[in-house]
């Protein structure tokens, strides 16, 4: 399985990114969205259960992120509106099977990850 993220940027304080996550063949039970900032560890930010939908998100999400996935394109997005410079991190997607999904070790395949900057 492998995994493309795409989508990140520059954007304002406040404004809004969408994020995609494309799998090149399929997905597993869940796919999440973590994001790592330099000098910092890796966090879980969303998470959404590929057969009934049903997603989760971190504490730094709650609110503000909206994870979302079409099945025909077997495509996940994450869309991150009112953005803060604390959400400065390269994103990374990635699908498994645990039935937690919080944590990097829940995951068995990940993409590249994307760079997300959010700076005035």
């Known amino acids: 399985v492998q995994l493309q993220a795409s989508g990140g940027g520059l954007a304002l304080p406040g404004g809004s990114l969408r994020l995609s996550c494309e799998a090149s063949?399929?997905?597993?039970?869940?796919v999440g969205w973590f994001r790592q900032a330099p000098g910092k560890e890796r966090e879980f930010v969303a998470a959404?259960?590929?057969?009934?939908?049903?997603?989760f998100y971190g504490n730094s999400a709650l609110g503000r992120f909206t994870i979302a996935r079409d099945i025909a394109k077997k495509v996940v997005y994450l869309q991150m509106n009112r953005l803060k410079p604390e959400d400065t991190a390269v994103y990374y997607c990635?699908?498994?099977?645990?039935?937690?999904?919080?944590?990097?070790?829940?995951?068995?395949?990940w993409g590249q990850g994307t760079l997300v900057t959010v700076s005035s």
């Open positions: 959404i259960r590929w057969d009934d939908n049903s997603p």
């Open positions: 990635a699908t498994g099977t645990s039935d937690t999904v919080n944590t990097a070790r829940d995951y068995s395949y």
């Open positions: 063949e399929r997905t597993f039970s869940t």
